[in-house]
Structure formats: structure tokens, C-alpha cells
């Protein structure tokens, strides 16, 4: 236990290294992280980030905000890196065998993890809770425990509840299936009930939380459900390629091959949890095949860690068959880390940033600066109203305006009556400059 202990702690010590060294220093549009500077503002001001609210993210965001060093965005880019390097820790710690740390390492430098361990989002996060759950279950731990995680996981992406196949799996009496059951519900329902609500208090852009029907809607995502499985069917074959294609180069094909090795084993082993790790994994496919937005791969991220257990699973089979040929397979990372790093880096990465700082120095005073796009919206916010830049400027984003609850706080901002939809005319009455962001 010790040795594996220790690779774990070298497992997370070498990918926070490399972590560091490829993370932006601020926010970032690359690797789909245009997210950002509305989760960055959330943490930072206490209110409601876009929905379905992410909790449990806003609870540890506001420890990590209180590091004394570097702009808020860069901590909370910190703590994506933190929560990969401690997933891949988790993964490195969870299986037997010699060779499984690789798994971990691979889990790290798997390019999709990679892109999003560096970046102020949400899913790296919750893949470490998806690592946690699959070694608790290794480790036989009481059912309750794995409820409460498993609700955790939950506060940080509502989408680790594609996880309760493999929870069920590993609760054999129906006594402690109650106890998981109950669990889930009180720890989930804290974060999603109590916890939004009294975030809910301060004014937020993207919902009311005063009445039932306003914090349903907000935590059912309701604003999104049009991208859920509305891809056209015709796109759906192109889709499929594309997931093929991702799935087989997060770990090389080497590894590809090594975890469907690994799951078959698996299968021999014991079939249900074979088939409830599948089921996981698969239902997370489903969801970033069929979201209808270009990001919809993000969505994978919590599931790579099912996709580790079968990869450390072969590497234990394969591993004694070589001999001291071994250690070659320390080639998957190894090559992972070459191929990879340069589409992944970001640490030069002032786009955003820089594109904020031309945007805002060139506004007249009191200007409305008209965004059409959330990567330009969230950036403006983050500089706004966490950095302080010009704050005599009002930012409106097009496509929230017929949100009624971001509607109202613009209105009142301006200290306009109720108006109609048209924004325009709207704007036309505060007799301010208007400036198209572009």
C-alpha cells in the first residue's frame, strides 16, 4: 500500500507541474472556456452563475479565491489543476498492480482532461469526484459514504448522475441502498436547495430563485433544454466519428486498446460492474453526442476516469505477459506528453484578456457596449466587476435580454420603467453612447 501511495503522490506531483506550466495566466476562449469569466464573477461576487448552478464548485472556488497570489481567474485555474492532479492521483491509488500509476499518468495527459485541468470550468472537478466514488468502491466503503460522494460529485455537474449504475453496483442489500439513496439526497439537496438559495439573494443575471417555479427552472437548466439531443439526425453519423476519433486518442490507440482489453477482463471478473461502468460511460457519450452545441465533448471529461479503471485493468494483464519489457508501456504518457503539449499549452495564452483591455479603453464614458457572444459577455463581466476595470460602462448581452430575470436587473441598472422587448428602442431612452462589441 505504501509503494502505491507513494506513486500517487509522484503521480500528482508531475502533472501539477506540468499543470502549472501550460496554464494561462487569466481566462481563456481556448479549449471551450468561454465559461469562465461568468464562474470566475460567480465565485468572486457571491451570485448565481449560468445554470444549473454548480454548488459545489462555488463552494470550493471560494476557498481557492482566498490564495494570496496571482488574479482570481489564475486561482481558479489553480484549482482545475489541483482537482486533475488529485483525480489522477486517485486513479494511480485505486487499482493493484505494478504498473497501474501509468493509468493515472495517462488519465492526466489524456488531452481533453488536460485541456480543461488548466481552465476556470467545471468538469475536471467533477471527474475527481467520479475517481473518488470508483476507489471508494474499491475500497468497500459504507454505503453511505458513497451516497454523500456521489451527491458531491453531483454539485459539481449535474451529469455525475449517469454515475448510479456503478453506485447500485457495488450496494448488494437493499438496507444499504436506502442508505446511499438518502444520503445522495440530503448532500445533493443541500447544495442545490439551501445553499443556491441564500447564493440566490444576491441579484444575478440568470435567474430568480424567490419562487419554486424560478428555482426549478434554474436548476433544471430550463434556459438549455433546447440543446438537449436536438442534433439533427443527419449529423449524427458525423458525430459518432467524431466521438470514435476522440475516445481513441485520449489515451493513444495503445492505450485505446489496453482498455477495452481491460474492460473485457473486467467482464470475466464480474459482469456487473462491467456493465454498470459501461452503461456510465456510455450515458455520458450519449450526452456529448447528442448536445446540440460545438463544446458538447466536454462533457466526457467526467467519464475518462471509468475509462482509466479499464485501461489500469489491462495494464495489470499486460504488464506481467512483457516482462522487463514493462516499462515500455511508460511510453503511453511519455507520448501523450509530446504529442499533446503544444495544442494544450495555454501559458502565454492573454487573448481574452488583452481583447477586454482594448475593448473597454476604447469606450466612451458611460457607453452600453452591445455583446453578442458569451466568450465576449463573461470576459467583460470578469473585468468588470471582479478586476474593476470601468465601471461607469454597462455591458448587455443580445440573447439574454429576453431572459426576463437578467431583463429586470438591466432595466433597473439603467433606471428605465418596465419596457417592451425591443432593445434598441430601449436603449435609445438612457441617451448613452452605444457601442457594438465585435
Known sequence: ???????????????????????????????????????????????????????????????????????????????SAVMGAGAAAICALAWQGEMVFLAGLSLGLAPLFWSQAIITEVYVPAAFFSSLLLLLIQLKAPAWLLGAIWGLGVGFHPSLI?????????????????????????????LYGPFLLAQGANLSPWADLSTFSGWWGYVSARLYHGYLFSLPLTFWPKRLLAWVALVSRQFTPLGAILAIWGFLSLW???????????????????????????????????????ATFWLSLGLSELSPKMGKWRWLLAAIPFIQAILFW??????????????????????PPNAILL????????????????????????????????????????????GLAESGLDLEETLARTGRPILEVK
Open 1 to 79: 500500500m505504501s509503494g502505491r501511495f507513494v506513486f500517487a503522490l509522484l503521480t500528482a506531483f508531475l502533472l501539477l507541474i506540468i499543470y502549472l506550466s501550460t496554464m494561462p495566466p487569466s481566462l481563456t476562449w481556448a479549449h471551450w472556456g468561454a465559461d469562465g469569466g461568468d464562474l470566475a464573477v460567480a465565485v468572486v461576487r457571491g451570485r448565481l452563475p449560468h445554470p444549473p448552478g454548480f454548488p459545489a464548485y462555488l463552494l470550493l472556488g471560494k476557498l481557492f479565491i482566498r490564495i494570496p497570489w496571482g488574479e482570481p481567474a489564475w486561482r481558479l485555474n489553480l484549482m
Open 162 to 190: 449517469f454515475l448510479a449504475p456503478v453506485t447500485s453496483s457495488a450496494i448488494s442489500q437493499r438496507k444499504g441502498a436506502i442508505q446511499a439513496i438518502i444520503s445522495f439526497l440530503v448532500v445533493s439537496g443541500m
Open 268 to 306: 470475466r471478473q464480474s459482469r456487473p460492474l462491467a456493465l454498470a461502468t459501461a452503461s456510465a460511460f456510455g450515458a455520458f457519450s450519449l450526452l456529448a453526442i447528442g448536445y446540440n452545441t460545438p463544446d458538447s465533448s466536454v462533457y466526457l471529461v467526467p467519464a475518462l476516469p471509468l
Open 342 to 363: 503544444g495544442s494544450v499549452s495555454l501559458s502565454n495564452d492573454l487573448t481574452a484578456m488583452e481583447w477586454a483591455e482594448s475593448v473597454l479603453n476604447g469606450a
Open 371 to 414: 455583446t453578442s457572444t458569451d466568450q465576449h459577455t463573461f470576459t467583460l463581466w470578469y473585468a468588470q466587476e471582479v478586476l474593476g476595470k470601468r465601471p461607469d460602462l454597462k455591458v448587455i448581452d443580445r440573447d439574454l435580454w429576453w431572459h426576463e430575470p437578467y431583463r429586470k436587473i438591466v432595466l433597473k441598472e439603467l
